[in-house]
């Protein structure tokens, strides 16, 4: 039998892997089981090359030869085949390739005796101790005073010979409990109530274990930076000052913060840009989408708002961490969105309450903050209040037309400040809108009608406005419910704004009314008043024809295009029969399409004459138009 496994190159002894245990300890267990000196000959038996023993596609050659399932250790290799083939994990979980120690690894010799196998959390380069046993971790061995290697003998065994024995001073506490929040996250144990971490151990265990790494990482440099500390990226440092940081959550986080920001130093009155160097660390990395983040955010929202009076926190970003502004100076910009009015409308009553103000400087500028607590908002509710883009979204309308219809009396608001918009009012104002038609009348043509939300697209959408809400027009259905489903008669909305424009301009038309009036293109209209043809006046929307010039045009001119439509050809045919016969012609230049021509009524029939006498067959006996008898 042994003979039958050594031929097959299966190893004598092949004992399963514990769970959580390291797969590079697997297999100097495997070696030290085998009787070998050192893994090498391990790997060297499996065909596997140095530079490649921990990845998962040399894992199938391992298992072979530990007569083992290949998922059991593509799951403990450092790069699973599954999900995310390119990118370092351990047990599953994503990590950057500096969070792995693969060279020089740390152990805890107690732990090993205890358990008889390495588990994987020893392979991340934060964990410097044992949290279970509060001992630094063994780095070297005691004989030789080299660094540890996954090369040696065995276990507990230097490849020197030397046993290993506990040669590391105690851990202290705080990093004990950080390190206890990585083990147990790293290996999917679960957090225990009363953690000494504190009130950071449950949210920290939540995050995933790259973004868990990743804030330890963050917060950890920066508190070595505030201290102005020689080496700031030793691992061992970072792991002591992220400890540190997260003990006594958030209080030391707030000192951390206050030890970073310098008042004489500071950009901006906003509390984002004036921390924006560790802000942009934080947030807006890609570990910054875990959702567990969120509590990092909200300390951060905190402190800004409670606990540093040199810059002002943004009301949206209160609101995302749901919490409500308490301190008493705000910005204009910050005032407008509390008094729910645009900035500009906050700026005037600013000023006109004469409100106490203080000047914030950064750099050579400076912002005025101002106190608003003797400013009374106690006469309605501001939660309720909205701005303008919102009010009109609710409606259905566009903030231009709802501006024009508060600016003349149709939208009138209770409100005590200027600008803004109470919903309650929005949606009174709604309902009176959709209450002017609940359906659509039964036996009328749809077809026949134009909706209220293609008007609106139009210039003309405020008169039609105000024609439904006075009942001038009247709308016989609505398709969807909406403001903008409102069903409006063609008819009638053609003759409301043939009256409105009577009203405006007079007796006038318009170029396209014109066009289609005597048959012509849009653009033509300017060359005939230049040519004194039609005569009209210049207005703020454009040229308006006068209804008695454009009679007279009627009466003695017509469009080339209307002779070619009777005479059933096109007009270039035309055109050169008018050469053939000298016939005068007026010729306007368009942009894209050929020029627009126009002929006298007289000089239309004439050629009319001469086409139909052409298409005329010659009576028989006939040749040329000239009798035979001649």
Not at 128 to 150: D, E, F, M, N, V
Not at 312 to 328: A, C, E, F, H, I
Not at 438 to 463: A, E, H, K, W, Y
Request: with cysteine; net charge positive; hydrophobic share 40%.
């Amino acid at each position: 039998m042994l003979d039958e496994k050594l031929n097959l190159g299966i190893l004598v002894r092949h004992p399963a892997p514990f769970p959580a245990e390291s797969l590079a300890g697997y297999v100097l267990r495997l070696a030290e089981l085998n009787g070998y000196t050192s893994p090498w000959r391990i790997y060297v038996l499996a065909g596997i090359a140095h530079s490649r023993m921990l990845s998962a596609n040399q894992t199938a050659s391992l298992a072979r030869i530990a007569n083992l399932p290949v998922a059991e250790l593509q799951t403990m290799a450092y790069y699973p085949p599954i999900a995310l083939p390119r990118i370092p994990c351990l047990l599953g979980n994503r990590v950057r390739p500096t969070d792995l120690r693969q060279r020089a690894p740390r152990i805890c010799l107690s732990c090993v005796e205890e358990k008889g196998f390495i588990e994987t959390h020893w392979e991340l380069s934060i964990m410097i101790g044992c949290p279970i046993h509060r001992c630094i971790a063994q780095t070297q061995c005691p004989g030789c005073r080299k660094p540890l290697s996954w090369f040696r003998r065995g276990l507990l065994e230097c490849s020197c010979g030397a046993t290993l024995v506990e040669t590391t001073p105690p851990l202290d506490g705080r990093v004990c409990a950080l390190l206890d929040v990585v083990r147990r996250r790293a290996l999917e144990l679960n957090i225990t109530p009363d953690h000494p971490l504190g009130a950071a151990a449950k949210p920290l265990h939540s995050m995933s274990l790259h973004s868990l790494l990743g804030v330890i990482r963050v917060l950890g440099s920066r508190r070595l930076m505030a201290d102005q500390a020689a080496d700031v990226n030793r691992v061992e440092m970072v792991t002591r000052a992220a400890a540190d940081v997260f003990f006594d959550w958030p209080n030391n986080f707030f000192r951390l913060l206050r030890s970073i920001g310098n008042p004489k130093q500071v950009k901006g009155t906003s509390v984002v840009s004036q921390f924006k160097g560790i802000y942009q660390h934080l947030f807006h990395t890609g570990a910054a989408t875990d959702k567990n983040y969120e509590f990092i955010k909200r300390a951060f929202v905190e402190f800004g708002r409670d606990h540093w009076k040199h810059g002002v926190v943004d009301t949206r970003m209160l609101n995302s961490v749901g919490l409500v502004q308490s301190k008493r100076t705000y910005t204009q910009a910050q005032a407008a969105r509390y008094l729910g009015v645009v900035p500009l409308t906050a700026g005037k009553i600013l000023r006109k309450r004469r409100l106490p103000t203080t000047e914030v400087g950064y750099g050579k500028a400076s912002r005025r903050l101002y106190d608003i607590t003797s400013l009374s908002v106690r006469e309605y509710d501001r939660n309720r209040l909205i701005r303008m883009r919102d009010a009109a979204k609710r409606i259905g309308i566009s903030g231009g037309l709802l501006r024009r219809l508060k600016n003349n009396g149709y939208y009138v608001s209770r409100l005590p400040i200027e600008g803004g918009f109470d919903i309650l009012e929005v949606d009174e104002f709604k309902a009176r809108l959709l209450g002017l038609n609940n359906g659509i009348q039964p036996g009328f043509p749809v077809d026949d009608c134009v909706t209220l939300g293609r008007i609106m697209q139009t210039s003309s959408s405020f008169q039609v406005l105000v024609a439904l809400l006075t009942q001038k027009l009247q709308a016989v259905g609505n398709v969807d419910g909406t403001v903008g489903g409102f069903l409006i008669p063609r008819a009638d909305l053609a003759k409301f704004l043939a009256e409105e424009r009577a009203k405006m301009y007079g007796d006038a038309r318009t170029p396209l009314e014109v066009a289609k009036e005597i048959a012509c293109s849009p653009e033509a209209i300017p060359g005939l008043i230049s040519l004194g043809l039609l005569r009209g006046r210049q207005v703020p929307r454009g040229i308006r024809v006068f209804e008695e010039s454009i009679a007279a045009f009627k009466q003695h001119f017509v469009c080339l295009s209307v002779v070619a439509k009777r005479l059933n050809t096109i007009s270039m045919w035309l055109v050169r029969d008018c050469e053939r016969q000298q016939i005068q012609v007026i010729r306007l230049p368009r942009s894209v399409l050929p020029e627009q021509i126009i002929l006298r009524i007289e000089d239309a029939e004439r050629l009319i004459r001469y086409r139909t006498a052409a298409s005329t067959p010659a009576p028989p006996g006939t040749e040329n138009g000239t009798s035979s008898e001649q």
